[in-house]
């Protein structure tokens, strides 16, 4: 094994022994299978990893060769200034002067669904982005590039992930359902009270002995792994946003302009615990999810990641 390989195989131990922090043999996640939850994280930790991986042998060529630096980059990361690799992209930002309550947007939603519009679909395409994070005193900022991601559902209850990064698809993967009892693979309900269970069974796994209903982050990390799979309807937006609606902690941030450049509502909650802020923006017509971001609301040196820093974000298309 290279010395290299024994450095990749040692960071990615580092991010599942962080992604996994619970005792093994203690509490209700001893000895149980991945929630839908836990699934997707984990997905998006392997991307992490490709990631990392990917900007070591840039590193590493460009030793190697600095006079071919130029041809090297052009070759691994295309069109670089577009896609804007930067350490974290910059948050955009709502307008306050022009926010909706999201009890508005709520009654705005039920219209539309009353009005007829567009089905439940299952399958989504997204836009996302993550930082790859080192951790430590030596750790760099780090380096991640935007990608679209298309999920289609075959017949069989499987689906095929199809990934692309500046055009150019860089995977094409096949990957099993689920349950079809369960969340994400249920299809999710129309109705505010049953929608709230759904999310709330999909952020649990199942689990019975929760106490309370889902904290505002709770149910904003709930959102990815159900749009991820499904493109909601006229109907069940109005139930989200009735949820949304209903949820205390999530205030209106003003009028916005996303990533796709798509107008929106912003809707923003502080998670004063873990030090971050999530901005949920919505289709203030008919309380479609347009996107989600995360962002730090402290500087974090041994992640080498400052206040302000995006560390996700995903925006939905139809």
Request: glycine share 8%; aromatic share 4%.
């Amino acid at each position: 094994m290279t010395d290299d390989l024994a450095d990749d195989l040692a960071e990615e131990l580092e991010l599942l022994r962080a992604a996994d922090p619970v005792s093994a043999t203690e509490g209700p996640w001893r000895e149980r299978p991945l929630t839908a939850r836990a699934a997707h994280d984990l997905d998006r930790l392997l991307h992490h990893s490709r990631h990392r991986r990917a900007r070591r042998r840039v590193v590493l060529w460009a030793e190697a060769a600095v006079v071919a630096l130029a041809a090297v980059l052009a070759l691994v990361l295309p069109d670089l200034g577009a896609t804007s690799a930067t350490a974290a992209p910059n948050a955009p930002s709502p307008r306050a002067a022009a926010s909706v309550p999201l009890a508005v947007v709520a009654d705005r939603a039920r219209a539309a669904a009353r009005a007829g519009g567009p089905e439940l679909r299952r399958g989504t395409r997204v836009r996302t982005w993550s930082l790859a994070m080192d951790s430590g005193p030596d750790a760099e900022r780090p380096v991640t590039l935007p990608e679209e991601r298309e999920v289609r559902w075959r017949p069989d209850g499987s689906r095929t992930e199809r990934v692309e990064t500046d055009g150019d698809v860089v995977s094409v993967r096949i990957l099993p359902g689920g349950p079809a009892d369960a969340p994400p693979w249920a299809r999710p309900p129309g109705t505010v009270a049953a929608l709230r269970a759904y999310l709330t069974d999909l952020h649990d796994g199942g689990v019975t002995d929760r106490v309370g209903a889902l904290t505002p982050d709770q149910l904003l990390d709930s959102l990815p792994p159900l749009l991820d799979n499904w493109t909601l309807g006229a109907r069940e937006n109005a139930a989200l946003a009735g949820v949304l609606a209903r949820t205390e902690g999530l205030r209106p941030a003003g009028a916005i302009t996303d990533r796709l450049g798509r107008t929106g509502q912003a809707y923003v909650h502080e998670s004063r615990d873990e030090a971050l802020r999530h901005m949920l923006i919505l289709d203030p017509a008919t309380g479609a999810v347009l996107g989600l971001e995360v962002m730090f609301t402290e500087d974090r040196p041994q992640l080498a990641v400052r206040a302000g820093d995006v560390m996700s974000y995903s925006a939905w298309r139809r």
